[in-house]
Structures are given as structure tokens and as C-alpha cells.
């Protein structure tokens, strides 16, 4: 059975940083991509930025290009994002997906809280 | 990088087929066979419905339809269910490596 676990978030004020893991079992990790997608309030879903499973290459939403961070530690089967200089904005649940077949996501997580506020 | 544009809203009646439509551009819905839908029930993660325009997930029933005209992309709803409220999202690949999501419709099984 695949599971998602989100965790890292919390309550941080504007300009501060918090890193966000998502620990991945039930499927072979390094073969797929990961990405993060993200849910403000009452608003639509986000795309965040995504990896592939070797690593190689991320990208990123033009709205957190240059502050946020993708990673992933295949020994570990788990994925993180960094996310620096933050905002009022970036508050939201983000969720952590596996990547499957053309560019759609098969298994979220439950997500986690992240809340931008002084 | 702009979210697609769905109707804010849609509803039908128990047994009734509604559908939604997902409208891009030719560097997203319409470049690519890549459209994913999602289900979304409130304070519960997305679900996969369909992916690449057309194909269903394990598990997920033939009552949910997808095709792609042009730059729009729809999901059909046949056999309307109550179980079926829920929020819809439809996303799409926007080359280099970039996703699209568009910004959710309402179903609302009356």
C-alpha cells in the first residue's frame, strides 16, 4: 500500500524558513518523479514544483522560484522542500504526490499546515 | 504559468450526466495528451480520477469520463451519485517540466 506522511509544518512569520519532509513506502521510491502541490484557504490547488526519481533536474512554480527548494534522499525514501523567505501567501496545506503516467499525480498525501503570520 | 479556467460550479440531479470543461491554451491543454483529473472531497487530499485526457486509475468507475477538444478538455459525470459532490480539478503539463492546475469547479449532486 503507498503512503504519503507529510510533516514539518507550523506557524513561522513573514521572512522566516521552514523545511517540509514527506517519507514515501509501499513503492520502489527512486523510480518515480515527486512533487509538491499546495492549497491556500478556501482556494484551488497549486503546483509547487516537482523531481524526478533520479534527482537530476527540479522545477519550480514562478511563485516561489528562487525561495523555495526540492530535494529528495532516495536512501531515506523521502522528500523535502525548503522554503525560505516566506510570505503571507505561501500559507496553505501542502501536499506531497507521487508522479505517475503524463504528468498526473496517483497518490497525495494527507498534507500539512503551513501558516505565514506575524 | 496561468491556472486553467473551469466554471466556478455545476450540479445535476441523482442519474443525471453534468460536465465540466477545463479551458488552456495550445502551450498546455491543447499541446499536450496530459490532462489529470482530481476529485476532491472537503478536508481530504485530491484523488485521481483520470490521466492522459481519457484513462481511468485502478479502482476508479466508468461513470467518469474524459476527452480533449482543442485547448478544452472536459469530465463527464454520468449516473450522477451523491458520493459525486465533491470538488473537481483538472490539471495539465505546460512544458518544461511545469503543471497547471485549473481553478477547481463545485459539483453540487441536487
Known amino acids: 500500500e503507498v503512503q504519503l506522511l507529510e510533516s514539518g509544518g507550523g506557524l513561522v512569520q513573514p521572512g522566516g524558513s521552514l523545511r517540509l519532509s514527506c517519507a514515501a513506502s509501499?513503492?520502489?521510491?527512486?523510480?518515480?518523479?515527486m512533487s509538491w502541490v499546495r492549497q491556500a484557504p478556501g482556494k484551488g490547488l497549486e503546483w509547487v514544483s516537482t523531481?524526478?526519481?533520479?534527482?537530476?533536474?527540479?522545477s519550480y512554480a514562478d511563485s516561489v522560484k528562487g525561495r523555495f527548494t526540492m530535494s529528495r534522499d532516495n536512501s531515506k525514501n523521502t522528500v523535502y522542500l525548503q522554503m525560505n523567505s516566506l510570505r503571507v501567501e505561501d500559507t496553505a496545506v501542502y501536499y506531497c504526490?507521487?508522479?505517475?503516467?503524463?504528468?498526473?499525480?496517483?497518490?497525495w498525501g494527507q498534507g500539512t499546515l503551513v501558516t505565514v503570520s506575524s | 504559468q496561468s491556472a486553467l479556467t473551469q466554471p466556478p460550479s455545476a450540479s445535476g440531479s441523482p442519474g443525471q450526466s453534468v460536465t465540466i470543461s477545463c479551458t488552456g491554451t495550445?502551450?498546455?491543454?491543447?499541446?499536450?495528451?496530459?490532462v489529470s483529473w482530481y476529485q476532491q472531497h472537503p478536508g481530504k487530499a485530491p484523488k485521481l480520477m483520470i490521466y492522459?485526457?481519457?484513462k481511468w486509475p485502478s479502482g476508479v468507475p466508468d461513470r467518469f469520463s474524459g476527452s480533449k477538444s482543442g485547448n478544452t478538455a472536459s469530465l463527464t459525470v454520468s449516473g450522477l451519485q451523491a458520493e459525486d459532490e465533491a470538488d473537481y480539478y483538472c490539471?495539465?503539463?505546460?512544458?518544461?517540466?511545469?503543471?497547471?492546475f485549473g481553478g477547481g469547479t463545485k459539483l453540487t449532486v441536487l
Open positions: 504526490a507521487k508522479d505517475s503516467s503524463g504528468w498526473s499525480r496517483d497518490y
Open positions: 509501499g513503492f520502489i521510491f527512486s523510480n518515480y518523479g
Open positions: 495550445s502551450s498546455d491543454v491543447g499541446g499536450y495528451n496530459s
Open positions: 523531481i524526478p526519481g533520479s534527482g537530476g533536474w527540479t
Open positions: 490539471s495539465s503539463y505546460a512544458g518544461s517540466n511545469n503543471l497547471v
Open positions: 492522459e485526457v481519457s
